[in-house]
Protein backbone atom coordinates (compact mmCIF):
# COMPACT_ATOMS: atom_id res chain seq x y z
CA UNK A 1 0.00 0.00 0.00
CA UNK A 2 0.80 3.52 -0.76
CA UNK A 3 0.20 6.13 1.04
CA UNK A 4 -2.19 8.94 -0.59
CA UNK A 5 0.02 12.11 -0.85
CA UNK A 6 -1.93 15.08 1.33
CA UNK A 7 -0.71 18.09 -1.29
CA UNK A 8 -0.11 21.35 0.69
CA UNK A 9 0.67 23.24 -2.71
CA UNK A 10 -3.01 22.35 -4.07
CA UNK A 11 -4.51 23.40 -1.02
CA UNK A 12 -2.72 26.10 -0.41
CA UNK A 13 -3.86 27.66 -3.67
CA UNK A 14 -7.58 27.09 -3.14
CA UNK A 15 -7.01 28.97 0.43
CA UNK A 16 -5.57 31.72 -1.70
CA UNK A 17 -8.24 31.84 -3.59
CA UNK A 18 -10.89 31.58 -1.07
CA UNK A 19 -9.16 34.52 0.63
CA UNK A 20 -8.70 37.10 -2.23
CA UNK A 21 -12.23 36.48 -2.89
CA UNK A 22 -12.77 37.95 0.77
CA UNK A 23 -10.50 40.66 0.53
CA UNK A 24 -11.93 41.91 -2.86
CA UNK A 25 -15.30 41.76 -0.87
CA UNK A 26 -13.90 44.00 2.00
CA UNK A 27 -12.02 46.57 -0.54
CA UNK A 28 -15.45 47.05 -2.04
CA UNK A 29 -16.87 48.30 1.04
CA UNK A 30 -13.62 50.42 1.32
CA UNK A 31 -11.21 48.45 3.23
CA UNK A 32 -7.93 47.05 2.70
CA UNK A 33 -6.72 44.25 4.82
CA UNK A 34 -2.73 45.76 5.75
CA UNK A 35 0.22 43.64 7.44
CA UNK A 36 3.48 44.73 8.31
CA UNK A 37 6.36 42.25 8.65
CA UNK A 38 9.40 43.46 10.32
CA UNK A 39 12.93 41.99 9.73
CA UNK A 40 15.66 42.63 12.40
CA UNK A 41 18.90 42.35 10.58
CA UNK A 42 19.84 40.25 7.79
CA UNK A 43 19.79 36.41 8.65
CA UNK A 44 19.33 35.00 4.89
CA UNK A 45 16.71 32.47 5.89
CA UNK A 46 14.71 35.16 7.03
CA UNK A 47 14.96 37.10 4.41
CA UNK A 48 13.40 34.16 2.20
CA UNK A 49 10.68 33.94 4.40
CA UNK A 50 9.68 37.68 4.42
CA UNK A 51 9.97 37.75 0.68
CA UNK A 52 7.74 35.03 0.11
CA UNK A 53 5.17 36.48 2.90
CA UNK A 54 5.20 40.04 0.65
CA UNK A 55 4.91 38.21 -2.39
CA UNK A 56 1.93 36.14 -0.89
CA UNK A 57 -0.12 39.37 0.49
CA UNK A 58 0.37 40.96 -3.00
CA UNK A 59 -0.73 37.92 -4.70
CA UNK A 60 -4.52 37.98 -3.05
CA UNK A 61 -4.37 41.86 -2.67
CA UNK A 62 -3.50 42.41 1.10
CA UNK A 63 -1.47 45.54 1.49
CA UNK A 64 1.78 44.58 2.98
CA UNK A 65 4.58 46.99 4.48
CA UNK A 66 7.86 45.34 4.49
CA UNK A 67 9.85 47.01 7.08
CA UNK A 68 14.21 46.32 7.06
CA UNK A 69 15.43 47.24 10.19
CA UNK A 70 19.38 47.13 11.10
CA UNK A 71 20.37 44.25 13.08
CA UNK A 72 21.71 46.74 15.67
CA UNK A 73 18.29 48.38 16.37
CA UNK A 74 17.60 48.34 19.95
CA UNK A 75 14.88 46.53 21.42
CA UNK A 76 13.38 50.09 22.82
CA UNK A 77 13.47 51.23 19.04
CA UNK A 78 11.46 48.32 18.05
CA UNK A 79 9.21 48.42 20.66
CA UNK A 80 8.69 51.93 20.01
CA UNK A 81 7.94 50.81 15.99
CA UNK A 82 5.63 48.06 17.56
CA UNK A 83 3.76 50.28 19.55
CA UNK A 84 2.93 53.10 16.53
CA UNK A 85 1.92 50.29 14.04
CA UNK A 86 -0.40 49.14 16.67
CA UNK A 87 -2.08 52.37 16.59
CA UNK A 88 -2.04 52.30 12.67
CA UNK A 89 -5.48 51.59 11.56
CA UNK A 90 -4.23 50.92 8.21
CA UNK A 91 -2.82 47.84 9.41
CA UNK A 92 -4.33 44.69 11.18
CA UNK A 93 -1.69 41.72 11.37
CA UNK A 94 1.84 42.74 12.62
CA UNK A 95 4.49 39.73 12.16
CA UNK A 96 8.27 40.43 13.89
CA UNK A 97 10.11 37.32 11.77
CA UNK A 98 11.73 35.33 14.19
CA UNK A 99 14.88 34.51 15.60
CA UNK A 100 15.54 38.07 16.05
CA UNK A 101 19.14 39.23 17.09
CA UNK A 102 20.32 38.06 20.38
CA UNK A 103 20.25 41.46 22.64
CA UNK A 104 16.39 41.82 21.84
CA UNK A 105 14.15 39.71 23.97
CA UNK A 106 11.59 38.00 21.53
CA UNK A 107 8.97 36.77 24.12
CA UNK A 108 8.80 40.96 25.09
CA UNK A 109 8.86 42.02 21.52
CA UNK A 110 5.75 39.49 21.10
CA UNK A 111 3.95 40.68 24.23
CA UNK A 112 4.05 44.20 22.53
CA UNK A 113 1.97 43.05 19.28
CA UNK A 114 -1.69 44.09 20.11
CA UNK A 115 -2.82 40.54 20.39
CA UNK A 116 -5.92 41.69 17.46
CA UNK A 117 -3.20 42.41 15.44
CA UNK A 118 -0.88 39.40 16.76
CA UNK A 119 -1.68 37.31 13.19
CA UNK A 120 1.68 34.88 13.86
CA UNK A 121 -0.65 33.74 16.91
CA UNK A 122 2.12 33.76 19.02
CA UNK A 123 0.87 36.48 21.99
CA UNK A 124 0.18 35.03 25.01
CA UNK A 125 -3.41 36.23 25.04
CA UNK A 126 -3.70 34.18 21.97
CA UNK A 127 -2.01 31.07 23.35
CA UNK A 128 -4.06 31.40 26.27
CA UNK A 129 -7.32 31.54 24.63
CA UNK A 130 -6.43 28.73 22.09
CA UNK A 131 -5.22 26.54 25.38
CA UNK A 132 -9.06 27.35 27.11
CA UNK A 133 -10.60 26.91 23.56
CA UNK A 134 -12.04 30.74 23.30
CA UNK A 135 -11.29 32.34 19.78
CA UNK A 136 -8.32 34.02 19.03
CA UNK A 137 -5.02 33.61 16.23
CA UNK A 138 -4.22 30.55 16.03
CA UNK A 139 -0.42 29.95 14.91
CA UNK A 140 0.40 29.24 11.47
CA UNK A 141 2.20 26.16 11.00
CA UNK A 142 -0.47 23.87 13.45
CA UNK A 143 -3.44 25.93 11.74
CA UNK A 144 -2.12 24.59 8.57
CA UNK A 145 -2.24 21.15 9.80
CA UNK A 146 -5.73 21.51 10.59
CA UNK A 147 -6.55 22.63 7.78
CA UNK A 148 -4.64 19.34 5.79
CA UNK A 149 -6.75 16.93 8.05
CA UNK A 150 -9.99 18.82 7.25
CA UNK A 151 -9.52 18.92 3.89
CA UNK A 152 -8.85 14.70 3.52
CA UNK A 153 -12.19 14.36 5.90
CA UNK A 154 -10.59 12.88 8.85
CA UNK A 155 -12.08 12.71 12.00
CA UNK A 156 -10.60 12.86 14.66
CA UNK A 157 -12.84 12.36 17.25
CA UNK A 158 -11.50 9.51 19.44
CA UNK A 159 -8.28 8.76 17.40
CA UNK A 160 -5.06 8.63 19.21
CA UNK A 161 -2.82 11.79 18.07
CA UNK A 162 1.14 11.60 18.84
CA UNK A 163 2.49 14.98 18.68
CA UNK A 164 6.31 15.14 18.33
CA UNK A 165 8.02 18.18 19.56
CA UNK A 166 6.34 20.87 22.22
CA UNK A 167 7.55 24.30 21.16
CA UNK A 168 5.27 27.22 21.79
CA UNK A 169 5.07 27.58 18.26
CA UNK A 170 4.23 24.11 16.67
CA UNK A 171 4.30 21.06 18.98
CA UNK A 172 1.99 23.00 22.24
CA UNK A 173 -0.50 24.82 19.96
CA UNK A 174 -0.80 21.62 17.56
CA UNK A 175 -1.55 19.40 20.60
CA UNK A 176 -4.46 21.97 21.58
CA UNK A 177 -5.97 21.71 18.68
CA UNK A 178 -6.13 18.39 18.00
CA UNK A 179 -7.77 18.15 21.68
CA UNK A 180 -10.31 20.44 20.88
CA UNK A 181 -11.04 18.36 17.88
CA UNK A 182 -11.21 15.50 20.44
CA UNK A 183 -8.69 13.29 20.00
CA UNK A 184 -6.55 11.64 22.29
CA UNK A 185 -3.27 13.27 22.63
CA UNK A 186 0.28 13.15 23.77
CA UNK A 187 3.02 15.35 23.38
CA UNK A 188 6.77 13.59 22.85
CA UNK A 189 9.80 15.52 23.54
CA UNK A 190 13.38 14.86 23.72
CA UNK A 191 13.12 13.19 27.13
CA UNK A 192 10.50 10.93 26.04
CA UNK A 193 11.07 7.17 26.81
CA UNK A 194 10.39 4.85 24.64
CA UNK A 195 9.51 7.57 21.14
CA UNK A 196 8.91 4.43 18.75
CA UNK A 197 6.81 2.57 21.42
CA UNK A 198 4.86 5.80 21.69
CA UNK A 199 4.10 6.86 18.23
CA UNK A 200 3.68 3.36 16.92
CA UNK A 201 0.52 3.81 18.94
CA UNK A 202 -0.74 6.98 16.93
CA UNK A 203 -3.51 7.13 14.39
CA UNK A 204 -2.23 10.72 13.48
CA UNK A 205 1.56 11.19 13.77
CA UNK A 206 3.11 15.23 14.04
CA UNK A 207 6.64 15.17 13.96
CA UNK A 208 8.02 18.77 14.42
CA UNK A 209 11.61 18.01 15.80
CA UNK A 210 13.70 19.59 12.95
CA UNK A 211 15.63 15.89 13.28
CA UNK A 212 15.65 14.64 9.91
CA UNK A 213 14.35 10.89 9.61
CA UNK A 214 13.72 10.45 13.59
CA UNK A 215 10.38 9.31 12.20
CA UNK A 216 11.21 5.61 10.85
CA UNK A 217 8.69 3.62 9.52
CA UNK A 218 8.38 0.66 11.76
CA UNK A 219 7.31 3.66 14.62
CA UNK A 220 4.60 4.06 12.13
CA UNK A 221 1.44 1.78 12.44
CA UNK A 222 -0.57 0.56 8.88
CA UNK A 223 -2.67 3.29 7.49
CA UNK A 224 -2.03 6.09 10.20
CA UNK A 225 -2.27 9.54 9.34
CA UNK A 226 1.36 11.07 8.77
CA UNK A 227 2.04 15.00 8.79
CA UNK A 228 5.84 16.33 8.65
CA UNK A 229 6.25 19.38 10.17
CA UNK A 230 9.96 19.20 9.89
CA UNK A 231 12.02 21.48 7.46
CA UNK A 232 15.76 20.22 7.08
CA UNK A 233 18.52 19.64 4.63
CA UNK A 234 19.50 16.10 3.90
CA UNK A 235 23.45 15.95 2.62
CA UNK A 236 22.80 16.92 -0.69
CA UNK A 237 21.20 20.15 0.70
CA UNK A 238 17.87 19.06 -0.55
CA UNK A 239 14.80 20.60 1.73
CA UNK A 240 13.31 17.28 3.81
CA UNK A 241 11.23 16.45 6.68
CA UNK A 242 11.25 14.93 9.76
CA UNK A 243 9.94 11.63 8.89
CA UNK A 244 11.49 8.90 6.54
CA UNK A 245 9.07 9.34 3.35
CA UNK A 246 11.09 6.99 1.69
CA UNK A 247 9.61 4.04 3.60
CA UNK A 248 7.23 5.60 5.46
CA UNK A 249 4.97 6.56 2.23
CA UNK A 250 4.08 2.57 1.65
CA UNK A 251 3.09 1.92 5.75
CA UNK A 252 1.63 5.30 6.29
CA UNK A 253 -2.84 5.68 5.03
CA UNK A 254 -2.16 9.46 4.30
CA UNK A 255 1.07 11.43 4.35
CA UNK A 256 2.85 15.40 3.31
CA UNK A 257 5.47 15.64 1.32
CA UNK A 258 8.46 18.31 2.23
CA UNK A 259 8.56 19.73 0.29
CA UNK A 260 4.88 21.04 -0.97
CA UNK A 261 3.33 19.37 2.66
CA UNK A 262 2.87 21.67 5.45
CA UNK A 263 5.39 24.84 4.58
CA UNK A 264 2.87 26.35 1.65
CA UNK A 265 0.21 25.54 4.33
CA UNK A 266 1.49 27.71 7.13
CA UNK A 267 2.28 30.59 4.72
CA UNK A 268 -1.40 30.15 3.40
CA UNK A 269 -2.82 30.41 6.85
CA UNK A 270 -1.06 33.74 7.65
CA UNK A 271 -3.50 35.50 4.92
CA UNK A 272 -6.08 33.78 6.50
CA UNK A 273 -5.23 35.55 9.80
CA UNK A 274 -4.76 38.95 8.12
CA UNK A 275 -7.96 38.57 6.53
CA UNK A 276 -9.89 37.67 9.73
CA UNK A 277 -7.84 40.29 11.32
CA UNK A 278 -8.81 43.17 9.05
CA UNK A 279 -12.72 41.41 9.04
CA UNK A 280 -12.94 41.82 12.89
CA UNK A 281 -11.36 45.69 12.28
CA UNK A 282 -14.64 46.08 10.12
CA UNK A 283 -17.34 45.27 12.22
P1 LIG B 1 12.12 23.63 18.20
O1 LIG B 1 13.58 23.38 18.05
O2 LIG B 1 11.65 24.85 18.91
O3 LIG B 1 11.44 22.38 18.91
C1 LIG B 1 11.81 21.06 18.59
C2 LIG B 1 11.08 20.11 19.47
O4 LIG B 1 11.48 18.79 19.14
C3 LIG B 1 11.39 20.30 20.95
O5 LIG B 1 10.20 20.27 21.71
C4 LIG B 1 12.30 19.13 21.29
O6 LIG B 1 12.16 18.65 22.61
C5 LIG B 1 11.79 18.09 20.32
N1 LIG B 1 12.81 17.07 20.08
C6 LIG B 1 14.12 17.25 19.82
N2 LIG B 1 14.74 16.09 19.70
C7 LIG B 1 13.82 15.12 19.89
C8 LIG B 1 13.87 13.70 19.90
N3 LIG B 1 14.99 13.04 19.66
N4 LIG B 1 12.74 13.04 20.16
C9 LIG B 1 11.58 13.70 20.38
N5 LIG B 1 11.48 15.04 20.38
C10 LIG B 1 12.58 15.74 20.14
O7 LIG B 1 11.53 23.59 16.72
P2 LIG B 1 10.16 24.15 16.09
O8 LIG B 1 9.00 23.60 16.81
O9 LIG B 1 10.27 25.60 15.90
O10 LIG B 1 10.25 23.49 14.64
C11 LIG B 1 10.31 22.10 14.47
C12 LIG B 1 10.61 21.79 13.03
O11 LIG B 1 9.57 22.30 12.22
C13 LIG B 1 11.89 22.43 12.47
O12 LIG B 1 12.43 21.59 11.50
C14 LIG B 1 11.39 23.69 11.81
O13 LIG B 1 12.25 24.12 10.79
C15 LIG B 1 10.08 23.18 11.26
N6 LIG B 1 9.09 24.22 11.03
C16 LIG B 1 8.45 24.18 9.85
C17 LIG B 1 7.48 25.09 9.56
C18 LIG B 1 6.80 24.98 8.26
O14 LIG B 1 6.18 25.95 7.82
N7 LIG B 1 6.83 23.83 7.59
C19 LIG B 1 7.14 26.17 10.48
C20 LIG B 1 7.80 26.08 11.77
C21 LIG B 1 8.77 25.14 12.01
P3 LIG B 1 12.57 19.52 23.90
O15 LIG B 1 11.45 20.51 24.09
O16 LIG B 1 12.65 18.52 25.00
O17 LIG B 1 13.86 20.17 23.57
Not at 61 to 82: F, K, V, W, Y
Not at 228 to 244: E, I, Q
Amino acid sequence: MTAQRIDGNALARVTREQVRAEVATLKARGLTPGLAVLLVGDDPASQVYVRHKVADSAEVGIHSLLERLPAHTTQAELLARIEQLNADRSIHGILVQLPLPKHIDAQRVIETIAPHKDVDGFHVANAGALAVGRPGFKPCTPYGCMKMLEHIGYSLRGKHAVVVGRSNIVGKPMAWMLLQASATVTVCHSATAQLATVVRQADVIVAATGIRNLITADMVAPGAVVIDVGMNRDDAGKLCGDVDFATVQYKAGWITPVPGGVGPMTRAMLLVNTLEAAQAAAT
